[in-house]
């Protein structure tokens, strides 16, 4: 059995010691090992992945028994045992269509139960993948219900992580805060920033060299939140704002499928409003 | 002779093969033509290094005769006249010591007749490269008074640029009216921005991925202003503030070196509130 | 009309003004302009769009009317008369996605009338795409046979280029030769190069620190020829072989797509052993 | 006291446990800690950081009985004994500049006793930084009592690691093999890669797109030997053999620099003929 334990506690003494011990004590193997003490919060966070005899539930047991006087916050799975993902989209499909791609290609380690949508264009797409589409729209009247709806997909379909492939709407307080630290949101971004409409009309307005893409823990406020993975691409000034917009897709799709990557493989620890990356 | 014009007109047609006319009547043979027509502002840019046997003084009067009738804003110069720069630093000396060092290389077409700072901690290491230092301090009473020193360095020596390698103070408005598309500045940036003190320990905070510089032209606001390079470094959570500290320095010395490299070609062109680069 | 005009020709003084002469006299304005002359071959190139009232045919005989002294191989087409690309593959799909892909966002502006590959894996993919698919299966024996076959689709689909997206067979010496400058192949490539079979395996032995992936015209040299395009990815050693081959997919896609689309539009130049690319 | 410990052996089961309890019985806290089993070799790395009352020897004591059964490789420093660097040069400086520029900044945590090169030119550059310089010229006749001059300094300088910033001289196989593994070279790079004279200039005439530099352990190979660090620039057809080798030397320094600092942090291990890489 390939088993994969995370788990977080306050930083003290003796942590690596213990967790090897229990490894041990599972007559585990451990294959990757990797820990982080984190200077701002005092957090301690670790990943291992290690083979065994024992089943994962004894396993647990095991650890759990051990980790105790840490209060470990701590999640065992096997790696078979691969996390559920919504997916949800409004129109734009690049973001979409790459991790249906890497899914496919065995390079993205998900489940892809449902994508839901606020517009009922994508269906084609997703339905010709063998995966479920709902098309559920929302306005101002019935977002309550509609969050409601979404709400019920994750508890029907155990869904592990949300994530927005270019979702077009902002999700409410109550939605996010239900779910925090699992729903995934993909920004452009830009140096300088830029607030309000027409993001890319007013980078190539201010002659940015540099334009970029943010994929982000979702918190209330929807393009903020702690950051998983960030990239770039550099541009001149004969980039027309429709150039901008099509480099910039291309930085969103692969910043966002890297994000989910590593989410998937249990490499991203969320610790206050920052992320510890286990690559 | 090698001649290097630039000029920037409002767009219409025919320029070009005006320009490339008037060439011709210098008896010149074109080594190097970039032009640009810009959609926000209807400027034209065109960048033609030429060779010729005559003087550049019967070249400037053969192109303005020739443009006239665009009425360009026309710049011609020989290559080996290189721009002119003044150096402004307080202590920190990352940049100041690339840009000395790519200078001695031959990879920076500049002279440094002085460099001027607020401290006088960076004599030795300017003075040993055989350039003049001048300890200029300012504070809240004087500083009018340094501006107009200042300004005297930039009449008597000819001065073509005023280069901020980490000048850490605000210029008056009046200096960068004064001397507007003519003074670089080097910021570091970051994704998202930071405002207020102490940017990269709250980029820390923030668990950025990305951390970055920006060259620009100095408007009356100190870090902004219209962009001629950026460029970024990937950083993970193991990075102290320190750490980014210290990989922020390496960005930014590299991306000044070539802000003001492409100003020293004459491949920066200022349109309103954005650069044109010809590269 | 939106034309586009590329030419090569012996390089001499004189052509930048005869061919903004040629523009003027087709009641042409410029809308891009490039050129550059190859210090190695002598050679100019040039890149011109200009809109006109013009007919694409009436243009094209003034320019070459105007342009004979200079005996240039001119090219000459209406921007969205978008060149026919025939792409070949045999079992991996990740190339071909991206280029199906990119051409329904619209950013790849070709036409892909047909895609042939020597095995039927990818039948389905390319069909749901609308897009016509032959299985031609290639073997020693009837490996002349087969390439006639493709030549004949190349005629009788007036393609314009043939891009090689994944296709594991080596062309005839005759089909490169008949098609020089038309073929475009993607390769891995790496620091330092290897030679014979698996090669990431050998990278990952050898413990580089950088893949890449490089776009070039094939010549009677499958894995060689002029570049066009080239990129690289960091890696680690705790990338395994699959690891490293997943990374290299995603390099080759962006890079094979990019070099399709610079041809696509024209900005592709081959002098020689090199290539001349105005971005 | 601040120590870093550091150890490879073959992996088996077990090891990171005894380490850690090793730790604990120094009474040491752990600050960073990274473990890497490689699979080609099957041999297992280990680099552990911790702060601790016992003295370094004790704590080596203490770690060397309780790995025992491992048989490792240790090795543990106090984290300000710095590693002792001995640079050998020809004459060109760029690579020489950056590591004394980074140590003086306080970014490279190496002493450099002395530079040893084989012509005279940059003597005024290093003494300038307080440093002493050697001149030990060699030719065919005396290359054999040349290298024993600089094996001598090693010796009597306690030196750990050879840095070849440009040393234009292939060392003998004596003396490579005597000093496996402590001496880092840089060397340009490119895809394809390019044998015999003037690389850039092979570059340029092949049109290559990527130039890049490689920092790797000196084998008898002079150009090959296990990587440490890679990376590449973008060129384009308008970069002359000059721009490219500009181009290059920025590469190099960067390169050799990052390289030098992941050695003096004891980040590099080598297994065999790759290394493995704590970042």
Redesign the interface.
């Known amino acids: 059995m390939d088993l994969l334990a995370t788990f977080t506690c306050k930083d003290t003494?003796?942590i690596?010691?213990t967790m090897?011990?229990a490894?041990?004590k599972c007559d585990g193997?451990?294959?990757e090992?990797?820990?982080?003490?984190?200077?701002?919060t005092g957090m301690f966070c670790m990943r291992t992945r290690f083979t065994t005899n024992a089943s994962r539930d004894d396993a647990e047991q095991i650890l759990q028994r051990e980790l105790a006087r840490f209060a470990p916050e701590l999640k065992i799975r096997e790696i078979t045992n691969r996390p559920r993902a919504l997916i949800m989209v409004t129109k734009e499909s690049?973001c979409l269509?790459d991790l249906l791609?890497l899914r496919e290609?065995g390079?993205l380690p998900v489940e892809i139960p449902l994508v839901i949508s606020n517009h009922d264009e994508l269906r084609g797409l997703v339905e010709?993948h063998g995966i479920a589409f709902e098309h559920l729209p929302v306005n101002a009247q019935n977002k309550k219900s509609q969050e409601s709806e979404i709400m019920a997909r994750i508890q029907e379909l155990n869904i592990d992580v949300v994530v927005l492939a270019r979702y077009m709407q902002i999700l409410s307080k109550e939605f996010c805060n239900e779910f925090a630290g699992h729903i995934i949101n993909i920004h452009h971004?830009?140096?300088?920033?830029f607030k309000g409409a027409r993001p890319y009309h007013q980078a190539?307005?201010?002659?940015?060299?540099?334009i970029?893409a943010?994929a982000h823990f979702v918190t209330e406020d929807l393009d903020?939140g702690?950051?998983?993975?960030?990239?770039?691409a550099?541009v001149?000034?004969?980039a027309?704002p429709d150039d901008l917009i099509?480099i910039g897709?291309?930085i969103e799709r692969?910043v966002l499928a890297k994000a989910v990557r590593l989410y998937a493989e249990d490499r991203v620890f969320l610790l206050g409003?920052?992320?510890?990356?286990f690559?």
């Open positions: 003494s003796g690596v010691h090897t011990d490894v041990l193997n451990i294959i090992n990797q820990q982080f003490t984190d200077p701002i690049h269509r791609y290609l390079e010709s971004s830009f140096l300088p920033g190539y307005e201010r002659g940015v060299k540099i970029g943010t903020e702690p950051i998983i993975e960030q990239d770039i550099h001149t000034h004969s027309t099509s897709r291309d692969r409003n920052r992320t510890v990356i690559i």
